[in-house]
């Protein structure tokens, strides 16, 4: 059977192509919204970042989109490289509080 | 570049055992995380600690666990006596700024096998 745990969406791009990962948010009441980058063996690493007040924020090479509406979050990869392959996760917050809580992750697979 | 450590990268004990999970801390932060991510699947929150005191505490973090920042540097995860369930990866994060409206800083993790 299979095993749920070690199942991660994945999305397989081909270097140079861009990417978009998407993630839905739980909590309406998050006001902060981070996206984070885990290679493997290693702890996850801060990638960008936006608050609720915003839809739209660019970083280089990357750009995070939020839609409250439909509680929805993107992040957008450009000209994608072999060095972006990981497992990509969403995490949110709440001003004033003391927990970030992550996504399910996405693993991405750039292939040369 | 400051860092987060975290020593050992590899733990292996017996079911019932105690262990502690060390962390070092970005120097100038305040607030200080553990969380676990079991194989393949999402990091998940355990607990939060600010002032010498836990924040907010996540349903995983029961009483078989517990934090310390015995000194200026060092906080800590003890788990009193460890099950099957609890082998996974823990991270200790930091951040520099009250409340968690800030991004979090990651160790590389410790990887915990309960035998």
């Known amino acids: 059977g299979e095993s749920v745990g070690l199942h991660l969406p994945t999305l397989s791009v081909q270097e140079g192509d861009n990417s978009i990962i998407n993630c839905a948010y739980s909590?309406?009441?998050?006001?902060?919204f981070i996206w984070y980058k885990q290679e493997s063996g290693k702890g996850p690493q801060f990638i960008i970042d936006?608050?609720?007040?915003?839809d739209k924020r660019q970083g280089q090479r990357v750009t995070v989109l939020l839609n409250k509406t439909v509680k929805h979050l993107s992040l957008q990869i450009a000209a994608t490289q072999p060095g972006d392959s990981a497992v990509y996760f969403c995490?949110?917050?709440?001003?004033?509080?003391?927990?970030?809580?992550f996504g399910a992750g996405t693993r991405l697979f750039v292939k040369a | 570049e400051p860092e987060v450590t975290q020593t050992p990268s590899h733990q292996v004990t017996q079911m019932g055992q105690e262990v502690i999970l060390r962390c070092v801390p970005i120097?100038?932060?305040?607030?200080f995380y553990w969380y676990r991510q079991i194989l393949g699947q999402k990091v998940e929150f355990l607990v939060s600690?600010?002032?010498?005191?836990?924040?907010?505490k996540s349903e995983i973090f029961d009483d078989q666990f517990s934090v310390e920042r015995p000194d200026g540097s060092n906080f800590t995860l003890k788990i009193r006596s460890t099950k099957l369930e609890d082998s996974a990866m823990y991270f200790c994060?930091?951040?520099?700024?009250?409340?968690?409206?800030?991004?979090?800083?990651f160790g590389s993790g410790t990887q915990l096998s309960v035998l």
């Open positions: 994060a930091s951040s520099p700024r009250q409340g968690t409206n800030e991004k979090l800083f």
């Open positions: 909590n309406s009441a998050s006001d902060y």
């Open positions: 936006i608050r609720s007040n915003m």
């Open positions: 995490a949110e917050t709440i001003t004033g509080g003391f927990k970030t809580i």
């Open positions: 120097s100038n932060h305040l607030y």
């Open positions: 600690f600010y002032n010498n005191e836990i924040s907010e």
